[in-house]
């Protein structure tokens, strides 16, 4: 397995080079057209749906998905082993981590301690690699979010989950490893209590929290990295160090799905909670008006941006960077999605359309794993799973 190359400096320096060109052609194209519905080259295949039952406990509700995933989780926990001991050969990084990680973080707020616990009785995976997925996971996501509003009122949201940067290089066939190992454990999952849909969302098998969801018919949001040098380390040091007062990132977006009712009751506690890592928080509702990007700083929220279609602001995008700044040169996400965004133009904003933009090069990369599109008013849900054959760029 060491055939493949995973020295990320290497790696770094050689994806550096080619993305000082990511501004040009071949990473670049002209916005796509007619991609939906999904199929050809760069569409990888459907995401299977499953029900977790919320009316179970929390230590039983993981266990028919796990059961069928454990073979694919395992896969994707030897090669981020592999990784982590090529930095440090001692293998005592992952000793730390299986023996010791759960005790230094002590509880973790309920449910999610007995989900994780669940989850590492069925794929027998060592506890300390469950909580370390759902704590590092958060790191290492690069993803572009949109709300759009049609001149009816009527809102989409559309959102590339992009994930596993800088954790390894397939020299095979040029791709992220973490990333493909991930495509099969994508799963939509329809939270239910009582037989009832209480939310749904994407996610990959072995992970609580969630970063891309809906309430049919109130809300939807999704969750983007932040990049900050008051960034998630420190909030996981003060963690551990025993100050419990913030909510980790993933936690919290699925709190909110699970239990908030209404678009501001979810702004007001997405604004406010003091939260372990800087983040974007992506939240749409049911009416016009109803969109925005919330940046956050780990303890108070920086700026709120919101849709004002009255003003011409038909549109909120978000990538990896405050709105205020430049995007890092060699990742301008941004600048393409909004270009493509103002072609369409309200009159012609539809799931086809804004699957066309989140299938345009460098908006949809080597690190997308996944597309979905969400309709809170109609109750739609769709994700697909994604490729970006060559040439494409690494992010
Ligand atoms: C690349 O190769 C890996 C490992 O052999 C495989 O899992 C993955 O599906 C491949 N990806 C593509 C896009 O061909
Ligand atoms: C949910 O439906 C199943 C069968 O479809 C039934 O056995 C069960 O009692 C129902 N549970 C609740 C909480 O209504
Ligand atoms: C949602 O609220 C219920 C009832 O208060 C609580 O038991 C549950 O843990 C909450 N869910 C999350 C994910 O916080
Ligand atoms: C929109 O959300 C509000 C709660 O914020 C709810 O009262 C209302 O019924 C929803 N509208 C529709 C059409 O579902
Ligand atoms: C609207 O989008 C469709 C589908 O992509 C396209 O065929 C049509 O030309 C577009 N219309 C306008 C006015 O841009």
Redesign the pocket.
């Given at each position: 397995r060491m055939g493949r190359s995973r020295l990320p400096l290497v790696l770094l320096a050689a994806a550096v080079a080619c993305a000082v060109a990511q501004h040009a052609p071949p990473w670049t194209e002209d916005c796509r057209k007619s991609t939906y519905p999904p199929s050809g080259p760069t569409y990888r295949g459907p995401v299977p749906w499953y029900t977790i039952n919320l009316d179970l406990p929390p230590y039983k509700r993981w266990h028919q998905l796990m059961a069928d995933k454990a073979a694919e989780l395992k896969v994707l926990m030897n090669s981020m082993k592999n990784m982590v001991n090529a930095f440090v050969p001692s293998g005592k990084v992952m000793q730390i981590v299986d023996q010791k990680l759960p005790g230094l973080l002590g509880n973790l707020p309920g449910p999610f301690e007995e989900e994780m616990k669940g989850i590492a009785a069925v794929t027998d995976i060592p506890l300390g690699e469950i909580i370390s997925f759902n704590i590092f996971y958060e790191f290492f996501t690069m993803c572009t979010s949109i709300i759009t509003e049609d001149k009816e009122g009527h809102l989409l949201h559309g959102r590339n989950m992009d994930f596993g940067v800088f954790l390894g290089w397939n020299t095979n066939n040029n791709t992220w490893v973490v990333t493909e190992e991930l495509k099969p454990l994508t799963v939509n999952l329809d939270f239910q209590r009582n037989n009832k849909t209480v939310f749904k969302a994407s996610s990959f098998a072995g992970y609580v929290g969630m970063l891309t969801g809906f309430k049919p018919?109130?809300f939807s949001l999704t969750l983007n990295e932040r990049f900050s040098i008051n960034g998630g380390y420190l909030g996981v040091l003060e963690w551990i160090m025993g100050k419990k007062d913030a909510m980790w990132i993933g936690f919290i977006t699925r709190s909110v799905l699970e239990n908030s009712t209404?678009?501001?009751e979810a702004k007001n506690t997405l604004t406010k909670t003091k939260i372990l890592a800087p983040a974007y928080f992506i939240l749409g509702?049911?009416?016009s008006g109803e969109g925005c990007v919330i940046t956050r700083d780990r303890k108070e929220s920086l700026d709120v941006y919101e849709l004002d279609p009255k003003q011409g602001r038909w549109y909120v995008v978000e990538t990896n960077y405050d709105r205020w700044k430049h995007p890092f040169f060699l990742d301008n996400r941004r600048a393409p999605a909004k270009m493509c965004l103002n072609r369409i133009t309200p009159e012609n904003i539809s799931f086809a359309t804004l699957y066309d933009v989140l299938s345009t090069k460098p908006v949809l990369n080597k690190l997308t794993a996944f597309t979905t599109l969400i309709d809170v008013?109609k109750g739609q849900y769709e994700a697909y799973l994604r490729d970006c054959p060559d040439p494409c760029i690494g992010w």
């Open positions: 018919g109130l209404s678009y501001e509702g049911n009416q008013v």
